[in-house]
């Protein structure tokens, strides 16, 4: 890793003021995103939920807990109680985005960070293909996206696993394995351990990227679509070549590009749109 991928990013996103929370399970990911981010000097708490699913989960959250508590962060754990039935990935998705909007309330952490990279990308588009997504729908995650008035952001989301793992290893850091992401009950697990592997022996190693690719292309589609009709409800109209400069410093999060249009003065700024000085409501993931 010749640079760190979290300091464009947060110089892009962060306000510099309010403080954010980490995700954290200890595992490889997060902890290299955590130590990634101990490289800039930031107002930080760590979140890790114990899923009470393995005997060892109760022993890992406290070593987190010392682990957090020694380099001076602040920490906040849930413990789960015994979740069974159908869909258990899901369920637990769901208590991780319930944690973490109560903290934010509690905190007014501008975002959470989460540590998926490139290869979850790769997991999550191959997974809505075969599920019969529609062609806008198979973008994947987006680096940033608002859930119910609470900020989620994604640093390592073009940056390979494998990369991670070398980082670690490089700066001889340790970290937890949950054996539960090798269970084959799990769909994800089986995608991780089975159907990957297949896929990169019989069509080459680039299968993880190619689909990352196929993944930004179709967000990207849908964002201009997005743009496109939140303009037009606002009674602006862009030619393609327009729609196109927008949308990039809208991502971008420019200052102060000014289109002059019959409409009037339409400006981009930090991520927002204004014409004649009136916000617009237009939205992009």
């Given at each position: 890793?010749?640079?760190?991928?979290?300091?464009p990013f947060?110089?892009?996103?962060?306000?510099?003021?309010?403080?954010?929370?980490?995700g954290?399970?200890?595992?490889?990911?997060?902890?290299?995103?955590?130590?990634?981010?101990?490289?800039?000097?930031?107002?930080?708490?760590?979140?890790?939920?114990?899923?009470?699913?393995?005997?060892e989960?109760?022993?890992?959250?406290?070593?987190?807990?010392?682990?957090?508590?020694?380099?001076?962060?602040?920490?906040?754990?849930?413990?789960?109680?015994?979740?069974?039935?159908?869909?258990?990935?899901?369920?637990?998705?769901?208590?991780?985005?319930?944690f973490?909007?109560?903290?934010?309330g509690?905190?007014?952490?501008?975002?959470?960070?989460?540590?998926?990279h490139?290869?979850?990308?790769?997991?999550?588009?191959?997974?809505r293909?075969?599920?019969?997504?529609?062609?806008?729908?198979?973008?994947?995650?987006?680096?940033?996206?608002?859930?119910e008035?609470?900020?989620?952001?994604?640093p390592l989301?073009g940056m390979?696993?494998?990369?991670?793992?070398?980082?670690?290893e490089?700066?001889?850091?340790?970290?937890?394995?949950?054996?539960?992401?090798?269970?084959?009950?799990?769909?994800?697990?089986?995608?991780r351990?089975?159907?990957?592997?297949?896929?990169?022996?019989?069509?080459?190693?680039?299968?993880?990227?190619?689909?990352?690719r196929?993944?930004?292309?179709?967000?990207?589609?849908k964002?201009?679509?997005?743009?496109?009709?939140?303009?037009?409800?606002?009674?602006?109209?862009?030619?393609?070549?327009?729609?196109?400069?927008v949308?990039?410093?809208l991502?971008?999060?420019?200052r102060?590009?000014?289109?002059?249009?019959?409409?009037?003065?339409?400006?981009?700024?930090?991520?927002?749109?204004?014409?004649n000085?009136?916000?617009?409501?237009?939205?992009?993931?």
């Open positions: 890793m010749k640079e760190n991928p979290v300091i947060l110089r892009k996103y962060w306000n510099q003021e309010q403080p954010l929370l980490l954290f399970s200890g595992g490889p990911d997060s902890m290299a995103l955590l130590h990634l981010l101990l490289q800039v000097k930031l107002p930080l708490h760590l979140a890790h939920i114990d899923h009470g699913m393995r005997e989960s109760r022993e890992e959250a406290e070593r987190i807990a010392s682990y957090a508590k020694k380099l001076g962060l602040p920490f906040h754990l849930r413990t789960l109680r015994e979740i069974t039935g159908s869909n258990l990935e899901e369920r637990f998705r769901e208590e991780r985005r319930q973490f909007h109560e903290l934010c509690e905190f007014s952490f501008q975002a959470v960070l989460l540590a998926h490139a290869d979850d990308q790769a997991e999550v588009v191959l997974k293909i075969l599920e019969g997504s529609r062609l806008y729908n198979i973008g994947g995650m987006a680096p940033t996206d608002e859930q008035g609470v900020n989620f952001w994604r989301l390979r696993k494998e990369i991670l793992l070398n980082f670690l490089k700066k001889k850091i340790a970290f937890f394995e949950d054996q539960t992401n090798k269970n084959l009950h799990y769909l994800r697990a089986r995608m351990e089975e159907i990957f592997p297949f896929l990169e022996e019989k069509f080459g190693k680039q299968v993880r990227n190619s689909l990352c196929l993944g930004e292309e179709a967000r990207g589609e964002n201009r679509l997005k743009l496109a009709y939140s303009l037009e409800q606002e009674g602006v109209k862009l030619n393609s070549d327009q729609l196109s400069k949308l990039s410093h991502q971008n999060r420019s102060n590009k000014k289109f002059l249009l019959k409409e009037g003065e339409l400006e981009v700024d930090s991520g927002s749109i204004f014409l000085t009136r916000a617009l409501n237009t939205k992009i993931c």
